[in-house]
């Protein structure tokens, strides 16, 4: 028997929800690593989990989903496309800006001059676990009457750490113990002649302020440069 519409609509939401958790899970365990050797990586994973849990609410929403090139691959826009309909989402947009900024990493040799970005591992996995929350507590799947159990539910159900190590929404984790420890973070700033200049180091007294758009590396007249304030 060939499915209904609804029924495709379903499994596809699915499949990128399915793809998402997968994503999510992996960002997790990159950004819980107690150094900051794989925070780009972590920040790739956080940027393709939320796309596909963005693109899976596009599909519910009956909302185009460009395909090729960046359009697909910023969630930053596609969040706005979804913000219209008014779904009752509390996303932080810098949040989605900055993880959109970062995929730009991949491609250092392809940074512009005055290219600069500030990461903070507490900060990144709260705001990646708040977000996810968000997007996935209205979310629901049922076939034949009966609940579509997914990985997802299953670690949650086994109360699996690398689902809800540090994690305030999904789990008990609070949230103000987080910011009162000491996080890896990482600046980078390209300039003059393409130059890269870089800081990796433990922070303490980070801010739980939802701000993302944080300047790295500020340059001087003394031709030093000034952590950002975290």
Same mark, same amino acid.
């Given at each position: 028997?060939?499915?209904?519409?609804?029924?495709?609509?379903?499994?596809?939401?699915? %499949?990128?929800?399915?793809?998402?958790?997968?994503?999510?899970?992996?960002?997790?365990?990159?950004?819980?690593? #107690?150094?900051?050797?794989?925070?780009?990586?972590?920040?790739?994973?956080?940027?393709?989990?939320?796309?596909? /849990?963005?693109?899976?609410?596009?599909?519910?929403?009956?909302?185009?989903?460009?395909?090729?090139?960046?359009?697909?691959?910023?969630?930053?826009?596609? /969040?706005?496309?979804?913000? %219209?309909?008014?779904?009752?989402?509390?996303?932080?947009? %810098?949040?989605?800006?900055?993880?959109?900024?970062? /995929?730009?990493?991949?491609?250092?040799?392809?940074?512009?001059?005055?290219?600069?970005?500030?990461?903070?591992?507490?900060?990144?996995?709260?705001?990646?676990?708040?977000?996810? /929350?968000?997007?996935?507590?209205?979310?629901?799947?049922?076939?034949?009457?009966?609940?579509?159990?997914?990985?997802?539910?299953?670690?949650?159900?086994?109360?699996?750490?690398?689902?809800?190590?540090?994690?305030?929404?999904?789990?008990?984790?609070?949230?103000?113990?987080?910011?009162?420890?000491?996080? #890896?973070?990482?600046?980078?700033?390209?300039?003059?002649?393409?130059?890269?200049?870089?800081?990796?180091?433990?922070?303490?007294?980070?801010?739980?302020?939802?701000?993302?758009?944080?300047?790295?590396?500020? #340059?001087?007249?003394?031709?030093?440069?000034?952590?950002?304030?975290?």
């Amino acid at each position: 028997m060939s499915k209904t519409a609804e029924e495709e609509k379903g499994s596809l939401m699915l %499949e990128w929800v399915g793809l998402g958790d997968d994503d999510y899970i992996a960002a997790r365990q990159l950004l819980l690593a #107690p150094t900051n050797n794989s925070i780009v990586q972590a920040i790739g994973l956080s940027n393709t989990a939320i796309e596909k /849990y963005i693109k899976a609410l596009c599909i519910a929403l009956d909302l185009e989903i460009p395909k090729g090139g960046q359009k697909g691959h910023n969630i930053s826009d596609l /969040y706005k496309k979804i913000k %219209e309909k008014d779904i009752g989402l509390e996303i932080n947009e %810098e949040y989605l800006e900055l993880l959109y900024k970062a /995929y730009g990493l991949r491609y250092r040799d392809k940074l512009q001059i005055g290219f600069n970005i500030t990461l903070c591992k507490i900060k990144l996995l709260v705001e990646l676990d708040h977000t996810v /929350y968000e997007i996935k507590k209205g979310m629901s799947f049922e076939k034949g009457g009966e609940k579509v159990k997914t990985r997802f539910d299953t670690l949650l159900e086994e109360k699996a750490p690398a689902l809800l190590d540090k994690n305030c929404y999904f789990g008990d984790c609070d949230r103000s113990a987080l910011f009162k420890g000491k996080s #890896p973070c990482y600046e980078l700033r390209v300039d003059k002649g393409r130059k890269i200049i870089e800081s990796s180091m433990m922070r303490s007294r980070i801010e739980d302020n939802g701000k993302f758009d944080i300047e790295a590396l500020k #340059p001087d007249c003394k031709g030093t440069y000034k952590l950002a304030k975290v």
